[in-house]
């Protein structure tokens, strides 16, 4: 047999053993007679789901993009590797990440299981070309069990930094969005009325924070339930500045103060914030600017001041 043969032969039997040991995962988890209910309610639900999805598939296309995510979503949906709780968690940070649509956590889950697959795959069939070390197939195997674990982590910190530009987005805005709302209550609008106006003004500045605002003011009016419908904001924004705006407003609520000195008091202490923060930005930019002066900026000086007098020394030294 030839060593291009053995080598492929090599590579097949460890994508094999990976797909046997994720088997062998799923059997763990899901075995037993608990586990075989558990997963036989589970594949009823996902199969109803996936019916209504086919049904709205079929009705309006639309485009690649709505096609590809319904069926990123089933792919999803069948996954066994991962329970209610993984998938709770990975709700409430696609939430914060300003995804709600009703397939986020499929997709999620259908991206990370296919991108490891694909760096796995990937890493043996191209862990060969490693020069040294990539002949042997222990090495090749150990790299594809790493690229097999970055392909599985990468998607999350993706959504962990998206979510937390999306949070810095909506923390510069939010003493504007205060300010809005204190102007709002003044005028004798309710907080419904007050929190849409505010969604409607920062639609052109803000357009995550409007959003959020906007989807709580349709909880306010729909539900009734003004306390769970604040805590939602707080729970899908996730920043300590509106955990202390839902605060002062539910004890506003719950103990008949007026909204509007409260509101008046916290956009007050948030601008402060905010100023202290720009100033203490401010303050950092002298030491960060230090080193890009020194590599980049220095040496053109030095070059055009002492540039002259060392093609004068030069002439003379030649000179002489």
């Given at each position: 047999m030839s060593p291009n043969h053995t080598e492929t032969l090599v590579n097949l039997l460890m994508l094999l053993a990976l797909f046997g040991a994720l088997a062998l995962w799923w059997v763990r988890k899901h075995g037993g007679l608990r586990g075989r209910i558990a997963e036989r309610a589970r594949q009823a639900a996902l199969s109803?789901?996936?019916?209504?999805?086919h049904a709205d598939v079929t009705d309006d296309p639309g485009s690649w993009r709505t096609r590809l995510t319904h069926r990123l979503a089933r792919i999803g949906d069948r996954l066994p590797f991962f329970d209610v709780a993984y998938r709770a968690k990975l709700q409430k940070e696609m939430l914060r990440g300003g995804y709600r649509s009703r397939h986020a956590v499929s997709v999620l889950l259908a991206?990370?299981?296919?991108?490891a697959l694909s760096f796995a795959t990937l890493a043996v069939m191209l862990g060969s070309h490693v020069p040294n070390v990539g002949h042997y197939p222990a090495v090749r195997g150990a790299m594809m069990l790493i690229a097999f674990v970055i392909g599985q982590?990468?998607?999350?910190?993706?959504?962990?930094f998206t979510a937390s530009r999306r949070r810095k987005l909506m923390s510069a805005y939010l003493p504007d969005a205060l300010d809005l709302l204190v102007i709002c209550t003044n005028a004798g609008n309710s907080l419904a009325v007050s929190i849409r106006r505010v969604?409607?003004?920062?639609?052109?500045i803000?357009?995550?924070?409007?959003?959020?605002?906007?989807?709580?003011?349709?909880e306010l009016q729909l539900s009734g339930d003004n306390t769970r419908a604040l805590q939602g904001l707080a729970d899908r924004i996730d920043l300590p500045s509106i955990r202390a705006l839902i605060s002062t407003l539910i004890q506003a609520?719950?103990?008949?103060?007026?909204?509007?000195?409260?509101?008046?008091?916290?956009?007050?202490a948030e601008r402060l914030a905010h100023l202290v923060t720009l100033e203490e930005k401010a303050a950092k930019l002298a030491p960060k600017m230090v080193v890009p002066m020194m590599i980049f900026i220095l040496p053109?000086?030095?070059v055009i001041a002492a540039g002259p007098s060392v093609i004068q020394l030069i002439r003379v030294l030649a000179s002489q």
């Open positions: 109803q789901r996936a019916e209504r999805v991206m990370k299981f296919v991108m982590v990468l998607p999350e910190y993706v959504l962990a969604a409607d003004e920062l639609a052109d803000c357009v995550p924070l409007s959003g959020e605002f906007s989807l709580t003011a349709d609520m719950r103990y008949g103060t007026p909204i509007t000195h409260a509101l008046r008091t916290l956009s007050r053109a000086v030095v």
